[in-house]
T-cell receptor, first 114, second 111 residues
Framework: DVKVTQSSRYLVKRTGEKVFLECVQD?????MFWYRQDPGLGLRLIYF???????EKGDIPEGYSVSREKKERFSLILESASTNQTSMYLC?????????????FGEGSWLTVV | GQQLNQSPQSMFIQEGEDVSMNCTSS?????WLWYKQDPGEGPVLLIA?????ELTSNGRLTAQFGITRKDSFLNISASIPSDVGIYFC???????????FGTGTRLKVLA
């Protein structure tokens, strides 16, 4: 079974703190993603990585950065957390290729910024 | 970002009834995926469809990839209380890494 593991399920951080969300997948997938999910807005792509050290901005990258030093690990970084970044964050992975790919999600990380 | 039209938005049904929901898009997809998400959890993949016209089952769930490549439906037969949750579809745009997600159908099953 594909496993995408997010290290922190629930976090509470203060405004201005630097926040790291970690994600590991065990299926040797090339593609990894970070989404945030908010009521009424659905899933929105923050960043995408298609290879080690490679990244592309998604629809809402402002206020976020990412790091992919190893194939299995993709980190989301909030340089200076703000209250409007309170959300559910979902990591996902999929194999490379433009066609016929399934995307698998982690359990989610609930971040509250106070 | 872009979202797929998914209907119905929510439904209350009696245990034992069948359920049907669908997603439509203005774009052509080469993959349709269906997920279930419980409160506070990540989405869990239910069914993946890779070919126009494909009909695939997973237990009491059946999903189809529309012939036009612009729609898909999910059926749940003989619903049970643990079917409660949010179901959403996702489509992959051909030749890209991009996935577009449906707005979700919230299902409540009354025992």
């Amino acid at each position: 079974d594909v496993k995408v593991t997010q290290s922190s399920r629930y976090l509470v951080k203060r405004t201005g703190e630097k926040v790291f969300l970690e994600c590991v997948q065990d299926m040797d997938h090339e593609n990894m993603f970070w989404y945030r999910q908010d009521p009424g807005l659905g899933l929105r792509l923050i960043y995408f990585s298609y290879d080690v050290k490679m990244k592309e901005k998604g629809d809402i990258p402002e206020g976020y950065s990412v790091s992919r030093e190893k194939k299995e690990r993709f980190s989301l970084i909030l340089e200076s957390a703000s209250t409007n970044q309170t959300s559910m964050y979902l990591c996902a992975s999929s194999p490379r290729g433009g066609s016929g790919n399934t995307i698998y999600f982690g359990e989610g990380s609930w971040l509250t910024v106070v | 970002g872009q979202q797929l039209n998914q209907s119905p938005q929510s439904m209350f049904i009696q245990e034992g009834e069948d359920v049907s929901m669908n997603c439509t898009s203005s774009s052509i997809f080469n993959t349709w995926l269906w997920y279930k998400q419980d409160p506070g959890e990540g989405p869990v993949l239910l069914i993946a469809l890779y070919k126009a016209g494909e009909l695939t089952s997973n237990g009491r769930l059946t999903a189809q990839f529309g012939i036009t490549r612009k729609d898909s439906f999910l059926n749940i037969s003989a619903s049970i209380p643990s079917d409660v949750g949010i179901y959403f579809c996702a489509g992959q745009i051909k030749g890209t890494y991009k996935y577009i997600f449906g707005t979700g159908t919230r299902l409540k099953v009354l025992a």
